[in-house]
């Protein structure tokens, strides 16, 4: 079983940062993929970023194109913890973000777009971005 904890989402002003944690605990396969989720008011949940982790070594975060450039996860895995810095918010990025966790064969990309196959979900950290 694993238990998933999201911290760290407010309010803040366009163009502004947040960076959202998530604590993560309990047992899982060594290889297995971790990443954030959003779901706007109104709108369907959407793959964020994503990290294939294989015996505590991490591989490199895929990201939605609409957060390239913007947003950056990454994971400690000492402190088995993920996060995801968010620079340059802008108002569309409005949503509740759910920390999320699956294990795999390999393709965590996938996720991205197949959100109904993660297995883990945290209870979401409300993030406003006013403009």
């Known amino acids: 079983q694993v238990r998933l904890v999201e911290s760290g989402g407010g309010t803040v002003q366009a163009g502004g940062s947040l960076r959202l944690s998530c604590a993560a605990s309990?047992?899982?396969?060594?290889?297995?993929?971790i990443g954030w989720f959003r779901q706007a008011p109104g709108k369907g949940r959407e793959g964020v970023a994503i990290?294939?982790?294989?015996?505590?070594?991490?591989?490199?975060?895929e990201y939605a194109d609409s957060v390239k450039g913007r947003f950056t996860a990454s994971q400690d895995n000492a402190e088995n913890t993920l996060y995801l810095q968010m620079n340059g918010l802008k108002p569309e990025d409005t949503a509740m973000y759910y920390c999320a966790a699956a294990t795999t064969t390999g393709n965590c990309a996938y996720f991205l777009t197949n959100d109904r196959a993660m297995y883990w979900w945290g209870q979401g950290t409300q993030v406003t971005v006013s403009s």
């Open positions: 309990g047992t899982t396969s060594s290889t297995y993929c």
């Open positions: 990290i294939y982790t294989r015996n505590g070594i991490n591989g490199i975060p």
